[in-house]
């Protein structure tokens, strides 16, 4: 055998193949064409080897040239990959499982281990009757729970024949109530799927301890990657379709944790990206995430020559809302100014009015912002009235229309409350309306009525509306002890700081009531004023 | 993964250097299905047999013609260079 074709052997049989592909290409450049024309003959038959996962763009464009006919193929249901690492090396396991008619489930042995696997697949599919059998490609050289995850995968997916996990790699162990374990080497891992699977998405545990790099996600349960495979495909308009879908519901963080992987999809256009970016800051400001807004408002602002009509409204929306979030005044009149109200068309002008008026809430201008939220109403369509007429109550209520704001709010929560469609969408927006109106009934001195509206909103899970309504729930029932604890939990800096800075200045806590005095966009102020222009 | 289990993994081809020259060459060679051609380093270049031009296949190797017996002209970067294919 020539020298280039014990390369490329070599490197098959230390379960590389992409690095086998990679040192055919290189043979392409040999100065004898002996030697090339070789390369060229390995490169085709690497080809159907080639795990669909790393075949890029590059693989492509090179097979086109070389007329290679054969392109990798899907890996067929009941086969899922993981990753094993052994100190520098690594390489992929695949896993096949098929549905078994014996009583017991079969393992290969050495991996009995992982029969929990199979009971999670059991309880997912809903079938505890299915046995199922495995077996590994290689056999051995690699150890550990952290198959298990993909085990039950292709347990799963050998009973549902669509379930397509040619671009998944999965690692973690996986319990019999589908929990997904932690396990190690998951830095080692990922340089490994990078190399091995550039096109794929590593599913690891959730509470892997370290930050996930782009090409990663989380997941916690069996349930939550299959829902990921299920959904993920390869297909990156695909997947903002379903990122655009889970934002249209108000569920930004879904949307975030569907966007943040496609951020390094290079097959994605600059605008594609940047509404990617406008979702996954949308997300950081319902969260308060300060760092992460920061991290986010940077890339997006980068890519803003590349954004027109609604995408750019959006960006710009959520750029002013991210610095006036950091009670930034010249950041958010900045941000703003890069693409003012009256500079978009008016189906779009909405994206921008709820930042304007923000704006003018913390600059202190109350009837300005309630023009805005009045305007805002008038262009909202039917889905987003309700949420429109309570920034429109919010807006009253600072303006000291406590009564036309209990009103608003009111009809705002009866509006949603009917809508037919949307619904999950308008059952979060109820979860807002109540809080508003809520804080209408304690301006009008309802406490009972005001706390009544509250039980749901501060039970609710996740930060925004449940933190608030804890604080307006310790304001009203004079609770010190409720507040600074959720200070002390929440309140470390930023916009949650300022939140809890005020419930506790509104109970008479004297060093709180100076603290958020002391915060230049509120220099001079009675705490009153700066209550009422701290936005949210 | 050893392709050869597969029956896949294929050595180097049988080859026969016809000509070559700085930074050309041209070759006697089998294609992908085990057929007869004729391979030149230039992607550019033409051939004709008995005075009939043939169609190539360009690949980032090179050009690629079967090899029809007869009697070779090859166009190519270094120049015209003729030869004979026997059946």
Redesign the interface.
């Known amino acids: 055998?020539?020298a280039?074709?014990r390369e490329?052997?070599a490197r098959?049989?230390e379960?590389r193949?992409e690095l086998a592909w990679r040192a055919a290409a290189e043979g392409?450049q040999h100065d004898a064409?002996?030697?090339?024309?070789?390369?060229?003959?390995?490169l085709?038959?690497?080809t159907p080897?080639l795990p669909l996962a790393a075949w890029t763009e590059a693989h492509e464009t090179?097979a086109v040239?070389?007329?290679i006919p054969q392109r990798p193929r899907p890996l067929g249901p009941g086969v899922a990959r993981f990753p094993a690492v052994f100190g520098r090396l690594g390489r992929l396991v695949t896993v096949t499982v098929s549905i078994s008619n014996t009583p017991q489930d079969a393992l290969p042995a050495g991996h009995e281990g992982l029969r929990q696997a199979f009971d999670a697949a059991r309880s997912a599919l809903g079938d505890p009757t299915l046995r199922f059998s495995a077996s590994f490609d290689p056999a051995e050289g690699w150890d550990g729970a952290s198959a298990g995850l993909a085990l039950g995968l292709a347990a799963v997916s050998a009973a549902h024949l669509d379930l397509d996990l040619s671009l998944i790699v999965a690692t973690g162990g996986l319990n019999a109530a589908g929990d997904v374990m932690t396990v190690g080497q998951i830095a080692e891992k990922q340089g490994l799927c990078r190399e091995a699977a550039p096109r794929a998405t590593l599913l690891t545990p959730r509470d892997a301890a370290l930050r996930l790099p782009l090409g990663a996600h989380p997941v916690g349960t069996l349930h939550e990657a299959l829902r990921w495979a299920g959904h993920g495909g390869d297909d990156p308009v695909r997947r903002l379709i379903l990122v655009r879908g889970a934002q249209a519901e108000g569920r930004w963080e879904d949307a975030a944790a569907l966007a943040e992987p496609l951020l390094a999809d290079l097959r994605l256009s600059a605008d594609q990206l940047g509404e990617l970016l406008t979702v996954c800051l949308a997300a950081a400001n319902h969260s308060a995430d300060a760092a992460r807004q920061a991290t986010l408002a940077a890339s997006l602002t980068a890519t803003l020559d590349e954004l027109d009509g609604a995408a750019l409204a959006q960006a710009v929306g959520n750029l002013t809302v991210k610095a006036i979030d950091a009670l930034d005044l010249h950041g958010a009149a900045k941000a703003l100014s890069l693409t003012p109200p009256s500079a978009v068309k008016p189906r779009h002008r909405v994206h921008l009015l709820g930042p304007a008026a923000l704006l003018h809430t913390l600059s202190g201008e109350h009837h300005e912002a309630l023009h805005l939220r009045e305007q805002a109403l008038k262009i909202a369509n039917d889905d987003e009235r309700p949420r429109a007429m309570g920034d429109l109550a919010d807006a009253l209520m600072r303006a000291g229309h406590a009564e036309e704001a209990r009103s608003q709010a009111q009809a705002a929560l009866q509006l949603a409350t009917k809508a037919t469609h949307r619904q999950d969408y308008q059952r979060r927006t109820s979860s807002f309306l109540r809080l508003h109106l809520a804080r209408a009934l304690a301006l009008l001195s309802r406490r009972d009525e005001a706390l009544a509206e509250l039980e749901d909103v501060r039970l609710l899970p996740g930060l925004d509306p449940a933190l608030r309504g804890k604080l307006l729930h310790a304001e009203l029932t004079q609770d010190l002890a409720a507040a600074q604890g959720l200070h002390q939990s929440f309140g470390a800096s930023g916009l949650l700081r300022a939140l809890t800075l005020r419930t506790l200045a509104r109970l008479g806590d004297g060093q709180a009531t100076q603290e958020l005095l002391a915060l230049p966009v509120f220099a001079g102020l009675s705490v009153e004023e700066a209550a009422r222009r701290l936005p949210y | 993964?050893?392709?050869?289990a597969a029956g896949?993994?294929?050595?180097?081809?049988p080859?026969l250097?016809l000509t070559?020259g700085a930074g050309w060459?041209i070759?006697l060679?089998r294609d992908?299905d085990g057929a007869p051609v004729v391979?030149c380093?230039d992607p550019a270049a033409t051939a004709s047999v008995d005075g009939v031009a043939l169609t190539p296949?360009i690949?980032?190797?090179?050009a690629r013609f079967p090899a029809t017996p007869g009697a070779w002209s090859v166009t190519h970067s270094g120049g015209i260079t003729r030869f004979g294919v026997d059946p």
Not at chain 1, 33 to 42: C, D, K, N, S, T
Not at chain 2, 1 to 4: D, E, G, K, V
Not at chain 2, 59 to 62: L, S
Request: hydrophobic residues 45%.
């Open positions: 055998m020539s280039l074709g490329v052997q098959l049989d379960g193949p392409l064409l002996q030697v090339r024309e070789h390369a060229r003959r390995l085709h038959d690497l080897l090179l040239r070389l007329h | 993964m050893r392709l050869a896949a993994l294929r050595d180097a081809p080859w250097t070559k060459e070759a060679t992908d391979l380093s296949t690949t980032a190797v090179g």
